[in-house]
């Protein structure tokens, strides 16, 4: 095995903290007025402005930073019905569906393919898990199978792991993040969406209690329909117009790789580790150890409602003390309308990656794959995911704010199901049919005294 130079505090230095992105054109003027105006460019806002477009209204997205820089284009890029909570699996259908047609719909690449995924364990309370689930899918004909042990290390075909099972789901698949969103964004700008980059949305105008503008930093936007789909910042935005968003988030770190033997066709996941081959490649490997739990004003606010999750997740989390307490999507923050806002003050989340599980990682990867024994990495990188209390994004009209709508909160899972999420926001706003039973997704459910149903599989 050749000897591979390890020193992540200079791979930071050397190649950044910010993954490939593909760039998107900017409209330099800002619209005056706008049927509905959309914050926030990641994939859920790109998503919801393309369908938006493609029913006839005149849509402004406004983005701080850049198209798809935040978690958007930081993830995994997995596209899965498998281990899905039951509430999600069918926008998680529907969102496979739109995937397979949106590359030959908008003509662009989304890197979008149904490779497959495939779950390992040598954990027996993992299997119940996946057994228990595996029973429910069933019922709803998702295409997926138990493994024994002998399934499982013929699919994970020149790993050394000590497989006693897995389960395999053979048309899910995995999109590029580098991709994904700036592609839905051209395509929304081709049907007449307007896009302005580096443009804080700092809050909303009201007219006889409603929505009537968009206050940006570079003017404001008329409009009596907003969807607010700001990622981690949501609840920082809602809570400025009186609104209480029960948000928390989590630091992930991963890296990717230079490009390697291919030992998966797509998506393998083990306990210590998982792998997603990438379109140049390479893989991007996940590092469950890695998480980390920052204490910050947000999640204390909201610390009743995220106890029960918190609790069945804490071995796995690191908490820490740092400098989220003061600044970032969870800090304490107040501004006027006409000042700059704490959107603008960091253009783009981008949080520290914990360094201290690489080596441990790359040791387990290497030990479990001797096929990749000489592998390097190319970038580390973390990012920020937002969740809800009951792990269910928000998908809404926000009750309070007529005008005001909510796409955020996806959780940890919101890249693969961005399209049928967008769409939904889409239908809702336009008053159409939603392909799918919006009722999981209501706001409501998390400020009205509803028991938090625990999450499902995830
Ligand atoms: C390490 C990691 C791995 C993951 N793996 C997967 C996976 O394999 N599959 C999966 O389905 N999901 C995965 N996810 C989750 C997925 O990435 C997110 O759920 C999804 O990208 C959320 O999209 P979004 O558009 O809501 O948020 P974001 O992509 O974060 O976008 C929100 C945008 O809003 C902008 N914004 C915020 N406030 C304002 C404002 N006031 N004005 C203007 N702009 C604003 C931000 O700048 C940002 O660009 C993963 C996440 C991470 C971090």
Same mark, same amino acid.
């Given at each position: 095995?050749?000897?591979?130079?390890?020193?992540?505090?200079?791979?930071?230095?050397?190649?950044?903290?910010?993954?490939?992105?593909?760039?998107?054109?900017?409209?330099?003027?800002?619209?005056?007025?706008?049927?509905?105006?959309?914050?926030?460019?990641?994939?859920?806002?790109?998503?919801?402005?393309?369908?938006?477009?493609?029913?006839?209204?005149?849509?402004?997205?406004?983005?701080?930073?850049?198209?798809?820089?935040?978690?958007?284009?930081?993830?995994?890029?997995?596209?899965?019905?498998?281990?899905?909570?039951?509430?999600?699996?069918?926008?998680?259908?529907?969102?496979?569906?739109?995937?397979?047609?949106?590359?030959?719909?908008?003509?662009?690449?989304?890197?979008?393919?149904?490779?497959?995924?495939?779950?390992?364990?040598?954990?027996?309370?993992?299997?119940?898990?996946?057994?228990?689930?595996?029973?429910?899918?069933?019922?709803?004909?998702?295409?997926?199978?138990?493994?024994?042990?002998?399934?499982?290390?013929?699919?994970?075909?020149?790993?050394?792991?000590?497989?006693?099972?897995?389960?395999?789901?053979?048309?899910?698949?995995?999109?590029?993040?580098?991709?994904?969103?700036?592609?839905?964004?051209?395509?929304?700008?081709?049907?007449?969406?307007?896009?302005?980059?580096?443009?804080?949305?700092?809050?909303?105008?009201?007219?006889?209690?409603?929505?009537?503008?968009?206050?940006?930093?570079?003017?404001?936007?008329?409009?009596?329909?907003?969807?607010?789909?700001?990622?981690?910042?949501?609840?920082?935005?809602?809570?400025?117009?009186?609104?209480?968003?029960?948000?928390?988030?989590?630091?992930?770190?991963?890296?990717?790789?230079?490009?390697?033997?291919?030992?998966?066709?797509?998506?393998?996941?083990?306990?210590?580790?998982?792998?997603?081959?990438?379109?140049?490649?390479?893989?991007?490997?996940?590092?469950?150890?890695?998480?980390?739990?920052?204490?910050?004003?947000?999640?204390?606010?909201?610390?009743?409602?995220?106890?029960?999750?918190?609790?069945?997740?804490?071995?796995? *989390? !690191?908490?820490?003390? =740092?400098? &989220?307490?003061?600044?970032?999507?969870?800090?304490? #923050?107040?501004? @006027? $309308?006409? %000042?700059?806002?704490?959107?603008?003050?960091?253009?783009?989340?981008?949080?520290?990656?914990?360094?201290?599980?690489?080596?441990?990682?790359?040791?387990?990867?290497?030990?479990?794959?001797?096929?990749?024994?000489?592998?390097?990495?190319?970038?580390?990188?973390?990012?920020?995911?937002?969740?809800?209390?009951?792990?269910?994004?928000?998908?809404?009209?926000?009750?309070?704010?007529?005008? *005001? !709508?909510?796409?955020? =909160?996806? &959780?940890?899972?919101?890249?693969?199901?961005?399209? #049928?999420?967008? @769409? $939904?926001? %889409?239908?809702?706003?336009?008053?159409?049919?939603?392909?799918?039973?919006?009722?999981?997704?209501?706001?409501?459910?998390?400020?009205?005294?509803?028991?938090?149903?625990?999450?499902?599989?995830?």
């Amino acid at each position: 095995m050749n000897a591979i130079p390890l020193d992540p505090a200079s791979l930071l230095r050397h190649s950044g903290t910010r993954p490939p992105l593909e760039a998107v054109p900017d409209d330099e003027h800002l619209p005056a007025q706008a049927d509905i105006v959309v914050i926030g460019g990641g994939i859920i806002g790109v998503s919801a402005a393309y369908y938006l477009a493609k029913k006839g209204y005149g849509v402004a997205l406004v983005e701080k930073g850049q198209i798809g820089a935040e978690q958007s284009s930081r993830n995994w890029g997995w596209c899965r019905q498998q281990n899905r909570d039951a509430r999600e699996l069918p926008l998680a259908r529907q969102s496979l569906g739109l995937w397979g047609g949106l590359q030959s719909e908008i003509g662009d690449d989304l890197g979008f393919r149904r490779c497959g995924l495939i779950y390992v364990t040598t954990d027996p309370a993992d299997m119940a898990q996946w057994e228990r689930w595996g029973a429910f899918a069933r019922q709803q004909q998702v295409d997926t199978r138990m493994l024994g042990a002998a399934e499982a290390r013929a699919l994970a075909a020149g790993s050394t792991g000590a497989w006693i099972g897995g389960v395999h789901s053979p048309t899910d698949g995995v999109a590029d993040p580098s991709r994904a969103a700036p592609a839905l964004a051209r395509a929304a700008r081709r049907l007449g969406v307007t896009l302005h980059q580096r443009c804080a949305a700092r809050g909303v105008e009201r007219m006889a209690g409603a929505v009537s503008g968009v206050v940006t930093e570079r003017g404001t936007i008329r409009t009596a329909t907003v969807l607010c789909a700001g990622g981690a910042w949501a609840s920082m935005f809602c809570r400025r117009h009186g609104i209480a968003f029960p948000q928390a988030g989590v630091r992930s770190t991963v890296f990717r790789t230079r490009p390697a033997r291919d030992v998966v066709a797509g998506g393998f996941y083990s306990p210590r580790f998982s792998l997603t081959r990438r379109l140049d490649g390479g893989y991007t490997v996940s590092m469950p150890a890695a998480a980390q739990l920052d204490i910050t004003p947000q999640g204390l606010r909201y610390a009743r409602q995220f106890w029960p999750s918190f609790r069945a997740r804490r071995k796995a *989390l !690191h908490i820490r003390l =740092g400098r &989220s307490f003061l600044e970032g999507p969870e800090a304490l #923050a107040n501004w @006027q $309308l006409d %000042a700059v806002s704490p959107f603008e003050r960091m253009r783009v989340l981008d949080p520290a990656p914990n360094l201290s599980a690489i080596a441990a990682t790359l040791a387990e990867m290497r030990a479990c794959y001797p096929g990749l024994g000489d592998i390097e990495i190319a970038q580390i990188w973390a990012g920020w995911i937002d969740s809800t209390p009951d792990m269910v994004p928000v998908i809404s009209a926000v009750d309070g704010l007529p005008g *005001l !709508h909510l796409a955020a =909160g996806f &959780s940890g899972h919101g890249f693969g199901i961005g399209p #049928a999420a967008g @769409q $939904l926001a %889409a239908d809702l706003i336009a008053g159409d049919r939603p392909a799918v039973d919006p009722r999981p997704f209501r706001y409501a459910r998390l400020v009205d005294g509803s028991p938090i149903e625990p999450p499902g599989a995830f």
